[in-house]
């Protein structure tokens, strides 16, 4: 946020928009998306999730293992872009953030910071410019929309949904209900 707030004074383009929504102000559908899409396993790892990080290994695949705190070690504390060097500080960073933090407040700090298009960084600006609702009212269905962007959220829009994610939108929404709702979240 503050690179994009600088960029945007500098080359006189739109701020960020933002707001903080506290955990106890988050729709628990909210999490449950960004959990269903990002990190399944997030509620029982340690930062970092070795059986995935396997699995990408094994299959020499090009898409990322990194978990919810590995992301939230990257945004708060690194820099954008792809090195080696990156990935090992957040596999050293992110352990230590998930004993520290813990799961909840990881996940608020998630949701918070994340950038989901259009210079919107957190659900708390998104809920309002894509949905113009509070973080709070944000339904499944919106969440799951929301969600399905963080892929790659310069790409593609919260507002005019694709085919590549509507169809990311409904497998989010069966993740969710696979994992047993939010009772999935709850459990943090």
Request: hydrophobic residues 40%; aromatic residues 12%; charged residues 20%.
């Amino acid at each position: 946020m503050l690179q994009q707030n600088i960029k945007a004074r500098y080359y006189k383009k739109p701020t960020v928009d933002y707001q903080w929504v506290s955990w106890e102000e988050l729709s628990p559908q909210l999490a449950l998306a960004v959990v269903a899409s990002e990190d399944q396993r997030f509620p029982i790892h340690h930062g970092i999730d070795f059986t995935e990080l396997r699995k990408v290994i094994r299959s020499g695949d090009k898409r990322g293992a990194s978990t919810i705190t590995q992301q939230v070690a990257k945004n708060m504390f690194l820099w954008q872009g792809r090195s080696y060097v990156r990935k090992g500080l957040e596999a050293v960073i992110a352990p230590y953030i998930d004993l520290v933090w813990g799961k909840e407040r990881v996940l608020e700090v998630y949701l918070n910071i994340v950038y989901l298009g259009s210079n919107t960084y957190g659900v708390g600006a998104a809920s309002k410019t894509f949905f113009n609702k509070s973080a709070a009212e944000i339904n499944r269905y919106e969440a799951a929309r929301m969600a399905a962007v963080l892929p790659s959220p310069r790409r593609f829009s919260v507002t005019k949904a694709s085919p590549y994610i509507m169809k990311r939108q409904n497998w989010i929404l069966a993740q969710m209900k696979r994992l047993g709702g939010t009772s999935y979240i709850e459990a943090l």
